[in-house]
């Protein structure tokens, strides 16, 4: 098992540990592997979906080559992120039940300060790949979505996998969802978020006050 692959389900077993302490996240994700699904896709084929995770691909491809100062690769990477992935529904999905019963303005900030924190975090992560690259193998249809394989090649250890979940349920073609070597982003970021919300009595705002000190 590579470090990478080591350090990824290293965290997610933590992160489920704490979520199993914790009765009503356990009771918000029993059950569902996917919540929050983007709407139904409208006319996505597998072909667009592939284009999509390709040109993602490419850009941090890119990224990863260059060589830059973390500065620079963050910046970089919130990029990528901001150009394919629906951080809407990706926040939204995170944030779980609370979501429901948030005010328009409510979510709209909350968006804001977890794409922040999302790009400076996943940018962290992706920068790791630095030297190796990421090859698209395949594409294949899920409910309403389609999911994009990709292999993750580093140098001096062994590659993973790296899958890309595509709608285009907001209206275009973005990806909601990463799977990275097994371990699913979003329900592992639903736990984190869950327990941040938690420790804040359940306040969004105080929630969405915490992740623009992380952003």
Known sequence: MTLIRTRILTLMRNNLLR?????????????????FLPRQAQALTAGEAQTLVGAAVADVNRVIASGGSEASVLRDMERV??????????????????????????????????????????GRRFREFIGGSIEVESTRAVRSFFEVITTVNMRN??????RWLVSDGSGQPLFFNLIIAGVNLMISERVEIGAMLEARGGSIDALTQHLRTLG
């Open 157 to 162: 250890e062994a590659p993973f996998e790296l």
């Open 81 to 122: 992120f901001r150009t394919y992935a629906d951080v809407p529904t990706i926040a939204r999905s995170v944030l779980g039940p609370p979501a429901r019963s948030a005010s328009r303005a409510q979510m709209r900030a909350f968006t804001e300060a977890f794409q922040d924190y999302f790009s400076a975090k996943y």
């Open 19 to 35: 979520f199993r302490r914790r009765a009503f996240l356990s009771a918000a994700l029993a059950g569902t592997a996917f919540p």
